[in-house]
């Protein structure tokens, strides 16, 4: 397999020096102008030299048209621009005000008027007018500056923009990694872990190496930062790959001839807000998000720079009505322990179960409804009056609903800064660099908080996070007509959620053996859980099920190459990129331990209106308990992909787009062999019959060879077409 995944490397590199022979030009990550050059009889004018001008910062991009009179300039900064060509015994031709924006084809043809060429015809673009997509069959909506710059947004966070465009569905709305991540699916895609992101040209998404597939944005900066973006939804062309969803094409402000800045502030207070019907108060609410953006040149008309700098804290309360044990309940005393319609909820001793003459299982009931002390569990006895709080205020005659407080449910402490730097090295060469920091935290605090229950509540989480990204880019322009655009990408992200993390007396205090326990692992509290009333211990709050969830590295590295050109007719562009990706990772769901409790033990056989959990409880008979824990696999793996996307400019009212691509995914290994399998074909030595584990360290011992976790698929071939047209006959397209 190793060998197929070579020779079509091999095979990628022919088709760029194929590119540098055949003229190309089609869909790009950032944008493209492409056109031709006419006289005013319409005939073609080869070798003709065009002028492409950023107005903002004057670079210039020079170009001659081919023999066909065509000219094409690949991955151009969205901006505006000014567009000059000029010959001999001609009129020079100068068109100002032309708008490009992120992921655009803009075709911009030149008729050239007869005349002395210091005579000039202007034409002035309208910036803000509506997009015609004339040579793309792509379905796409660009989301422009204004939109990006005006539109309110909850989070402050320019991906919950992309939910302005058809065909888009936002998931994960309100949660917690919303506030940095986004969740959304495009054109019905089932999956939010399937569409492709593009930051500058550059992919920019969290590789698919972890447990839970990966595939997420990398970055989601402030609006205040992003130029403009576009979300491509179908017909996309063979340059975009490594996903089945749509495209999202990111662009980030650059700098320009002028020093510019703009300081900002949000908030939002509690002030301002009614109270909930339920609730006897306010809620808490204090978010503030404010920031900065500066750029301008450092060198005039040759280096430019951009910084932006975020800091966001968000802490809001919602409140929690909770069940929990009365003060007569941790004594023991159940004689005020009644059901929903007055009746006493008697108590059974579990010790004195024997079986009738029927068979069936009887107990006899504890005198007076009571629990004598000396048969209470010490660990219980402690848990219930030292880590559950007390009731305040008086819950239904069953004891329901007595506990009332609002707890921290986002608590969002983040610092985000953004570099970017442009440089023009010459005129026929450009580089692009960008580097971002992301650093949030989330925990959410729980109702117990500043009671005596506050180290083991239940809803209380830690959440650390840090996120990076590097891109580079070089733009060259080989030759009038050939053009070479590279790009690397670098992405890092670190995770770690901690059940009661920022407990300092608690995490990692081992809490399990202060309290009595053996064996258990010294993260967190020991989660408790009696049926109907409230938890006690580390859970993972909203993220719920797990103590720990760590990321220690996770991390990807692409290159890029792509080559176009364009001659005649026809058109061709042909890349190829290569990532490596790698994740150590763990879900650790319980390994500080979790136990249930229910009425069951406590209650008379086959009468479900007997027992309680808390009596359960206090004599320490257990429903279900569990240690679970996982080591941080270490797993890798490497992607190669190439394309090659031909438009074919049939007639000045048709294009059509034919392309296709060629993507190998490398099945990933866990290279500290702690993935085990299942061999439904090997023969089990317990009962001799098909189907057995098959353990990874054992392979490795034999093999010296990392177990991939799924076979390799190295004949994954993409064709894309597409057409663009207008004014075909009388009608427009």
């Known amino acids: 397999m190793r060998h197929c995944a070579c020779g079509f490397a091999g095979l990628c590199l022919l088709l760029i020096l194929i590119a540098s022979r055949i003229p190309t030009y089609g869909q790009t990550a950032l944008a493209e102008i ?190 205040e930062v992003v130029q403009e973006m576009r979300v491509v939804s179908n017909s996309y062309s063979a340059e975009f790959g490594q ?20 300081g900002y502030y949000f908030g939002q207070n509690d002030k301002l807000n009614a109270r909930n019907f339920f609730s006897q108060t306010v809620p808490p609410v204090r978010y503030n998000n404010y920031g900065v953006v500066f750029g301008g040149p450092v060198v005039k008309n040759h280096t430019f720079f951009v910084y932006n700098f975020e800091r966001e804290t968000n802490g809001s309360s919602t409140p929690v009505l909770l069940t929990l044990p009365t003060a007569l309940q941790r004594a023991g005393n159940f004689s005020q322990t009644f059901d929903r319609n007055g009746n006493l909820v008697r108590i059974y001793d579990p010790a004195t179960t024997i079986t009738d003459p029927t068979g069936q299982p009887v107990r006899q009931p504890f005198p007076g409804n009571i629990i004598p002390a000396n048969r209470f569990d010490p660990i219980s006895v402690n848990l219930l009056n030292n880590y559950v709080p007390d009731p305040n205020q008086p819950g239904t005659i069953s004891g329901a609903n007595n506990f009332l407080a609002n707890r921290r449910n986002v608590e969002l402490d983040r610092t985000w800064h953004l570099a970017r730097i442009d440089h023009q090295l010459s005129a026929n060469n450009k580089l692009y660099g960008r580097f971002s920091l992301d650093k949030p935290t989330y925990p959410q605090g729980g109702p117990y908080r500043g009671l005596k229950g506050q180290n083991a509540d239940p809803f209380d989480v830690n959440v650390l996070q840090t996120g990076k990204t590097v891109a580079i880019g070089h733009t060259g322009i080989i030759n009038p007509t050939t053009l070479s655009d590279f790009r690397f990408t670098y992405v890092a992200f670190n995770l770690d959620l901690q059940a009661l993390g920022d407990q300092p007396d608690v995490w990692q205090k081992d809490t399990a053996g202060k309290l009595g326990l053996k064996n258990l692992s010294i993260d967190t509290f020991p989660y408790f859980a009696p049926a109907g009333y409230g938890a006690i211990g580390g859970s993972g709050g909203s993220f719920g099920g797990r103590q720990n969830l760590i990321y220690r590295t996770m991390r990807a590295f692409q290159f890029g ?108 290994v866990d290279v500290k062999q702690y993935q085990n399998f299942f061999d439904f074909n090997k023969i089990n030595p317990v009962c001799n019959c098909p189907g057995t584990i098959v353990f990874s360290q054992n392979l490795w011992a034999i093999t010296q060879q990392n177990t991939p976790l799924w076979n390799s698929q190295p004949y994954n071939v993409a064709p894309r077409i597409g057409f663009a047209g207008h004014r075909l006959g009388r009608r427009t397209w």
């Not at 763990?586 to 136990?595: E, I, N, T």
């Not at 209650?603 to 479900?608: E, R, S, T, V």
């Open 561 to 668: 190459e792509t080559v176009s050109r364009q001659q005649g007719r026809h058109s061709l562009r042909a890349g190829v990129e290569w990532k490596h990706s790698k994740a150590v990772y763990a879900s650790r769901l319980w390994p500080s331990g979790q136990s249930t409790y229910d009425n069951r033990l406590t209650a008379q056989p086959g009468d479900a209106s007997t027992g309680n959990s808390i009596a359960s409880l206090l004599l320490g008979q257990v429903a279900s308990a569990s240690v679970q824990d996982t080591p941080a696999a270490d797993t890798r793996t490497w992607y190669l992909g190439a394309f090659l996307q031909d438009d074919w400019r049939v007639s000045k009212s048709l294009t059509v787009n034919l392309g296709v691509r060629y993507e190998y995914d490398q099945p990933k």
């Open 243 to 262: 996903g089945i969803g749509g495209v999202i094409l990111m662009t980030t402000k650059s700098g320009t001839n002028q020093f510019r800045g703009t």
């Open 34 to 223: 492409v056109g031709d050059v006419r006289d005013s009889t319409g005939n073609i004018m080869p070798h003709v030299p065009v002028v492409l001008t950023n107005e903002a910062t004057s670079v210039r991009t020079a170009l001659v048209t081919n023999d066909a009179g065509a000219f094409t300039s690949t991955s151009m900064l969205p901006g505006v621009y000014r567009i000059e060509a000029s010959a001999p015994g001609f009129k020079t031709y100068a068109a100002s005000h032309i708008e490009l924006s992120t992921g655009q084809i803009l075709r911009q043809d030149i008729t050239l008027q007869v005349g002395d060429v210091a005579q000039q015809v202007t034409v002035e673009g309208a910036v803000g007018a509506v997009e015609l997509q004339r040579d793309s069959g792509e379905i796409s909506s660009v989301l422009n500056s204004q939109t990006v710059r005006e539109m309110p947004s909850g989070t402050r966070k320019v991906l919950e923009l992309v939910e302005l465009t058809p065909g888009v569905t936002l998931t994960g709305r309100g949660s917690a990694q919303a506030q940095t991540l986004a969740f959304f699916s495009i054109a019905g895609n089932p999956g939010t872990r399937s569409n492709m992101y593009m930051v500058d040209g550059a992919s920019t998404a969290f590789p698919r190496t972890q447990g839970d597939g990966g595939n997420l944005p990398a970055v989601n900066p402030p609006t």
